[in-house]
């Protein structure tokens, strides 16, 4: 698959860059995506919820009613999960939800996600740029001149570049990482896919590699 080179102002430069069949033309594997999605969510959580059962509430611990002969069921302790203001049954505890996927299974998802942007033609390549200073005027003139504006874009920059990043980290709706970080959930979250020329390279390497 050949994509057109384009500058940042949205001339065309009259290049093509040949994608690989190995990663943007493969099958897409629908469960390797869903796995990878799956993890990249579980590592979002924190984890931290916590609720206090009947031996960490505060409260008295007499019994604090007779056993036999009122009539009603027996009670040994204010801190029941049965009363208010007393313990819960199984509350949720501190607890990580990282899980362990191999790094095939996510090369292959990435490569699934990659496939299925190329077959929607929702990639473009853009010719190496930079800004002089950061400034999110800049990055929204880019936008505009790529005609991006109105939908959301990942930028996958060949290597961490400070002024692109300060320039268009508050833009809503536009992601910016780098090749080394390319995940399944942020190709897939985009509606066009943008890769400077610098990082196709890279982006092959490390999938090509696993």
Same mark, same amino acid.
């Given at each position: 698959?050949? +994509? ?14 040949? $994608?690989? !069949? &190995? /990663? ?68 949720? !505890?501190? *607890?990580? @939800? ?10 292959? #998802? ?5 496939? @299925?942007?190329?077959? &929607?033609?929702?990639?473009?390549? $853009? &010719? ?8 999110? !005027?800049?990055? /929204? ?14 930028? +996958?920059?060949?290597?961490?570049? *400070?002024? +692109? /990043? $300060? ?17 399944? @959930?942020?190709?897939?979250? #985009?509606?066009? %896919?943008?890769?400077? &020329?610098?990082? +196709?390279? !890279?982006?092959?390497?490390? %999938?090509?590699?696993?």
């Amino acid at each position: 698959m050949n +994509v057109a080179v384009v500058k940042n102002n949205g001339e065309d430069t009259g290049r093509k860059v040949k $994608l690989s !069949k &190995e /990663i943007f033309g493969i099958e897409p594997n629908d469960h390797a995506i869903y796995l990878d999605v799956k993890q990249y969510l579980a590592n979002q959580r924190q984890g931290t919820h916590k609720a206090k059962e009947r031996s960490e509430v505060r409260g008295s611990t007499r019994k604090i009613k007779r056993q036999k002969g009122t009539g009603t069921a027996r009670a040994g302790s204010i801190k029941s999960p049965l009363f208010r203001g007393g313990g819960r049954v199984f509350g949720p !505890k501190p *607890r990580s @939800y990282s899980f362990k996927l191999n790094k095939k299974v996510k090369a292959l #998802a990435r490569k699934s996600a990659l496939s @299925y942007k190329a077959q &929607e033609k929702a990639i473009a390549v $853009l &010719e190496d740029f930079t800004f002089e200073a950061p400034r999110t !005027k800049d990055y /929204i003139a880019m936008l505009n001149n790529l005609k991006l504006v109105d939908k959301k874009t990942l930028f +996958v920059l060949p290597q961490s570049d *400070r002024n +692109v /990043i $300060l320039s268009g980290r508050n833009i809503k709706n536009t992601k910016i990482t780098t090749a080394d970080t390319l995940n399944t @959930y942020d190709v897939l979250h #985009a509606d066009t %896919l943008v890769l400077v &020329e610098s990082s +196709v390279e !890279k982006i092959e390497q490390n %999938l090509l590699k696993k």
